[in-house]
């Protein structure tokens, strides 16, 4: 979950984004200090922390070199600096002296100290072979790079007509629902504040009445301990993209911690990219480097160990690593909520966005997982009243024809009343109910996190930055550098990719796409003939268990089959998709993010959830009837349902797939680097003992962890999305799995978290203004809920034909009623009869049923509605499966269209933006032009009184 705002803070709009900062202070000369102060220091990253006990803050020998103090030994020694103790790292490349691509990295390093990096090499300590590359960025590098990288920084306001000179400052409170405008250079404003700070004392009155109410009542659970967690907001400022020009402007205190650490790692990674490693060839790129094998690793640093001898309650956090161990990985913390502003500036705006999405939809998945609840304990408690359940237990007279050819045998229909009953817990009245209200669900959880995220955006100062600032592909520009075009944004000449090379890339791409949803389907229809052939062997096995249960032991092991199955599809459709998407030569990172992920993700769905489609709506409908079964090829019966129908069948289809697959994953994201590293400290504990480990610089430490997925956050972003899709698409036939969807992600959070903080090397800092491609996603899987749903209740439960028979054909026909009084007798008439001298010769059973009666059978029973064998027309259907099939057919389009309607009357209904943050948006326009009017105003009267003092005419002037 999220963290809320902390108690009685102040937002304040200002010309680049909002932030909050601390109360109002009770005197008011100190909103004159701000006013007047704008060379005062502010907190920088480091300053949160409590510096009595530092040992791997980023900034430290920054500032000791700033006022000549002596730089700490423990600057050589910790791993984050160079020798020297003053070069803080901020990226490292790792590589072997035995590696043969030894001219490559000299080219390549050479022309990264053209680039102006500084550099320093280091042998690891427990191999020789492995040499660690420090690199450190100089403030006119990153001062470049920032510009080129449109980086956006604090700065004061500038009047744009007086040539970069400072205007008046303008600032805005926003207090208690008003916003309050505060001008530093007029007597007004200071009335202003004046009368501001009697009413700031006023309701600072009143809060502390309501303090001392909430007193009295206990603490909400979920919030952060304010005592560990120090205030992380930023100071409220101007932000603008970084100008060497216009540096004047910035509020710069000290240039090595202007850039934080994770915007200098970036600034580095932005240069490795472009550093060409062959003379001259357009072969450039630190991935490339990567993936040939001439580096074997690189990554930012830690800022240090993410444990303390000392309780960070007593002696505050060693760095933000430790920060984020105490207060968001540690499992003792599973339920509170997440610092995500923390979160946002250790990891970058990507992952804190993946989290703040995560935190919201675990949270959104409580009144889900709730309704589903009481929707499976409904069917608990109306266990015992239910009709049908009750006269299948009771049908012991009624013999049920054989499923399979030969080797299964007639069965009493009462020996599937245990069926009947698990059947009724999640097929039961409530269950349209809880259809329609997770498809509204769905809706609502997408329309509240447009406005979670805008929020979001707004405060990460995310608003305004837009895709045009990413930079072109490295692999793109190497591909397309001999074609260049104008930028129509920004001017510059940039390599550009022909429209028909594009079509004719795309058009091989989506042949290779539908070639492996191919692949899929045969997959599948090998699990259907693995059903078709197994149910006669288990029918036909020893044990008395498994022939007494032969389709529930079919369908477990094709589960377990089709687990498999997907699982070893995966490994190849990850190759598959990677290999379609460099076809492609997307243009920017996010271009091909989203096309990899399309892919993945069709891929994946296709392959994960076919054989559920399969078992939902083509199980049992196309079998024909007993001496007419429709066969596969020619040869082996269709599978048929259960006599308690289909639903028991998707129930274990999904529970067993959606189980396994999140244990799986679980154990892949965590268990399997926990053991990796595990393994990694017990080497060397054998090799250095418990004192090397602690001696180990911070580039080895982090070396020995496990990198960060090839692909980003895709793998977290998939295994939830595929997860909303297991609740959403089938939750009529499984209300239990939004609750094991929130079970798994109260774990999943910290999990991740966890995994991240300590089992994972840093990853570079990414921005983003949204989840991207997924959102798009999560709606098409919305709507998709809404069809499958409708699809469900009308075709595979018995909710309908109940209803016919109720209105129709039971006791209670033509009274309006539909009690469990009105369903006596629909067992019996929801089964035809079967003469049992019709059967074909090769689906004959070997046992003729004497053990029920004495004698040979004459007649069976099987669900459907067809005339007995002696009618006119022996075997046809009858009047009442035209009504149900007609009232399936209303069902469904009454359903998807009320269901449809309700979702775009909620997405009408609920804005995208908060009401406040849009005014707060106008608000802050509103000021710009204020600002941009009174620069103007002045420039005017200045020029004015220049004019009357030279004694020139100015009667035609304005004002």
């Keep these: 979950m999220e963290a809320s705002s902390s108690g009685s803070t102040i937002s304040s709009v200002t010309g680049g984004k909002a932030k909050t900062h601390q109360p109002v202070a009770k005197d008011v000369n100190i909103f004159f200090d701000e006013l007047e102060g704008v060379n005062s220091p502010s907190k920088d990253d480091d300053s949160l922390l409590h510096h009595g006990n530092l040992t791997s803050t980023s900034d430290d020998a920054s500032r000791l070199e700033v006022v000549g103090e002596e730089v700490p030994d423990?600057?050589?020694?910790?791993?984050?600096?160079?020798?020297?103790?003053?070069?803080?790292?901020?990226?490292?490349?790792?590589?072997?002296?035995?590696?043969?691509?030894?001219?490559?990295?000299?080219?390549?390093?050479?022309?990264?100290?053209?680039?102006?990096?500084?550099?320093?090499?280091?042998?690891?300590?427990?191999?020789?072979?492995?040499?660690?590359?420090?690199?450190?960025?100089?403030?006119?590098?990153?001062?470049?790079?920032?510009?080129?990288m449109n980086v956006r920084m604090p700065f004061r306001p500038f009047n744009p007509f007086s040539a970069g000179a400072p205007c008046i400052l303008v600032r805005c409170c926003f207090l208690n629902g008003h916003f309050i405008e505060i001008n530093g250079r007029s007597r007004r404003s200071r009335r202003k504040i004046y009368y501001l700070h009697r009413r700031y004392k006023f309701m600072n009155r009143i809060e502390k009445q309501i303090s001392r109410f909430r007193g009295w009542l206990p603490r909400k659970p979920m919030k952060l301990d304010k005592e560990t967690l120090p205030d992380l907001e930023e100071n409220d400022c101007y932000t603008a993209p970084f100008s060497q020009q216009r540096i004047h402007h910035f509020i710069i205190h000290n240039k090595e911690t202007f850039f934080n650490n994770a915007t200098r790692s970036r600034i580095v990674h932005h240069i490795l990219q472009r550093v060409k490693y062959e003379e001259g060839k357009n072969k450039i790129g630190l991935n490339r480097l990567l993936s040939n094998g001439s580096y074997e690793a690189a990554f930012p640093l830690h800022e240090g160990s993410y444990r303390s001898k000392n309780s960070i309650k007593t002696h505050g956090a060693e760095n933000h690593r430790h920060l984020l161990y105490e207060c968001w990985a540690s499992w003792g913390v599973w339920y509170k909520y997440q610092p995500l502003d923390l979160v946002r500036r250790y990891f970058g705006e990507k992952i804190g966005l993946y989290f703040a999405w995560l935190g919201w939809y675990t949270g959104m998945l409580f009144p889900a997982a709730f309704i589903g609840l009481f929707v499976f304990l409904y069917g608990v408690t109306t266990l015992n009243h239910c009709q049908v359940s009750k006269e299948v237990c009771q049908a012991t007279d009624i013999i049920m024809c054989p499923i399979c050819d030969k080797y299964?045998?007639?069965?009493?229909?009462?020996?599937?009343?245990?069926?009947?009953?698990?059947?009724?817990?999640?097929?039961?009245?409530?269950?349209?109910?809880?259809?329609?209200?997770?498809?509204?669900?769905?809706?609502?959880?997408?329309?509240?996190?447009?406005?979670?995220?805008?929020?979001?955006?707004?405060?990460?100062?995310?608003?305004?930055?837009?895709?045009?600032?990413?930079?072109?592909?490295?692999?793109?520009?190497?591909?397309?550098?001999?074609?260049?075009?104008?930028?129509?944004?920004?001017?510059?000449?940039?390599?550009?990719?022909?429209?028909?090379?594009?079509?004719?890339?795309?058009?091989?791409?989506?042949?290779?796409?539908?070639?492996?949803?191919?692949?899929?389907?045969?997959?599948?229809?090998?699990?259907?003939?693995?059903?078709?052939?197994?149910?006669?062997?288990?029918?036909?096995?020893?044990?008395?268990?498994?022939?007494?249960?032969?389709?529930?032991?079919?369908?477990?092991?094709?589960?377990?089959?089709?687990?498999?199955?997907?699982?070893?599809?995966?490994?190849?459709?990850?190759?598959?998709?990677?290999?379609?998407?460099?076809?492609?030569?997307?243009?920017?990172?996010?271009?091909?993010?989203?096309?990899?992920?399309?892919?993945?993700?069709?891929?994946?769905?296709?392959?994960?959830?076919?054989?559920?489609?399969?078992?939902?709506?083509?199980?049992?409908?196309?079998?024909?009837?007993?001496?007419?079964?429709?066969?596969?090829?020619?040869?082996?019966?269709l599978e048929e349902c259960h006599p308690s129908g289909c639903l028991i069948d998707l129930c274990m289809q999904m529970g067993i797939i959606m189980v396994l697959k999140q244990t799986w994953n679980n154990f892949m994201e965590l268990g399997y680097p926990l053991i990796q590293n595990w393994w990694t400290r017990r080497k060397l504990r054998q090799e250095y003992g418990t004192q090397g480990k602690t001696s180990f610089p911070q580039w080895e430490k982090d070396y020995n962890l496990q990198p960060m997925n090839a692909y980003g956050l895709f793998d977290e972003y998939l295994e939830m999305i595929l997860q909303f899709g297991f609740t959403t698409i089938f939750v009529a036939a499984f209300p239990l799995a939004p609750l094991l969807a929130l079970l798994n992600n109260i774990i999943e959070i910290r999990l991740d978290a966890y995994k991240f903080v300590t089992q994972w090397r840093r990853p570079l800092a990414s921005r983003a203004k949204d989840i991207g491609i997924w959102y798009g996603i999560l709606e098409g899987i919305g709507i998709l809920s809404v069809i499958t749903n409708a699809f469900v209740i009308a075709v595979t439960s018995d909710f309908i034909p109940r209803l016919v028979y109720a209105y129709k054909y039971g006791p209670c026909a033509g009274q309006g009623e539909a009690g469990q009084k009105c369903m006596v007798g629909y067992v019996n008439a929801s089964l035809s009869v079967f003469l049992v001298s019709d059967f074909e010769n090769r689906s004959e059973p070997t046992s003729n049923g004497s053990e029920f009666s004495g004698s040979p059978l004459k007649y069976c029973r099987y669900r459907d509605y067809r005339d007995p064998p002696h009618s006119p027309v022996p075997y046809g259907y009858t009047l009442q499966f035209w009504h149900v099939l007609a009232a399936r057919l209303a069902f469904i389009i009454v359903f998807e269209h009320l269901v449809f309607c309700i979702k775009h009357l909620i997405s009408y209904l609920i804005p995208d933006l908060p009401k406040d943050l849009r005014d707060r948006m106008r608000r802050e326009k509103y000021l710009i032009q204020e600002m941009m009017y009174e620069a103007e105003l002045e420039r005017l009267q200045k020029e004015r009184k220049e004019r009357k003092k030279n004694g020139k005419s100015y009667h035609n002037e304005w004002p």
């Design 74 to 148: 423990k600057n050589k020694t910790n791993g984050l600096y160079f020798r020297d103790g003053k070069c803080r790292i901020d990226y490292i490349l790792v590589y072997r002296k035995s590696n043969p691509q030894t001219e490559k990295r000299e080219v390549f390093e050479r022309n990264i100290r053209a680039e102006g990096l500084q550099m320093e090499k280091e042998s690891s300590l427990t191999n020789s072979d492995i040499i660690f590359v420090k690199l450190h960025a100089p403030w006119e590098v990153l001062g470049k790079y920032a510009e080129l």
């Design 408 to 637: 299964c045998p007639f069965m009493r229909l009462s020996d599937s009343c245990i069926y009947a009953k698990v059947t009724h817990l999640f097929d039961n009245g409530a269950t349209v109910f809880f259809a329609v209200f997770m498809a509204v669900w769905a809706t609502v959880f997408l329309e509240f996190w447009k406005r979670r995220r805008a929020v979001i955006a707004y405060d990460w100062d995310l608003i305004d930055w837009e895709e045009e600032e990413e930079e072109i592909r490295p692999q793109f520009e190497a591909k397309y550098s001999k074609k260049e075009r104008m930028n129509p944004i920004s001017g510059k000449p940039e390599p550009y990719q022909a429209f028909a090379d594009k079509c004719s890339r795309l058009i091989v791409s989506a042949s290779g796409i539908f070639f492996m949803i191919c692949v899929v389907i045969a997959a599948v229809f090998g699990i259907v003939i693995y059903r078709v052939v197994t149910v006669s062997t288990f029918a036909a096995f020893k044990w008395a268990l498994i022939r007494n249960n032969s389709q529930v032991a079919t369908t477990g092991t094709a589960v377990c089959i089709n687990f498999c199955i997907i699982m070893l599809l995966n490994v190849l459709y990850e190759k598959v998709a990677l290999f379609l998407t460099n076809l492609e030569q997307p243009r920017t990172e996010s271009e091909w993010e989203n096309s990899f992920t399309l892919k993945m993700f069709l891929f994946q769905f296709v392959n994960l959830n076919s054989s559920t489609f399969y078992i939902a709506f083509f199980l049992g409908r196309f079998t024909g009837h007993p001496g007419a079964y429709l066969r596969l090829i020619n040869r082996w019966r």
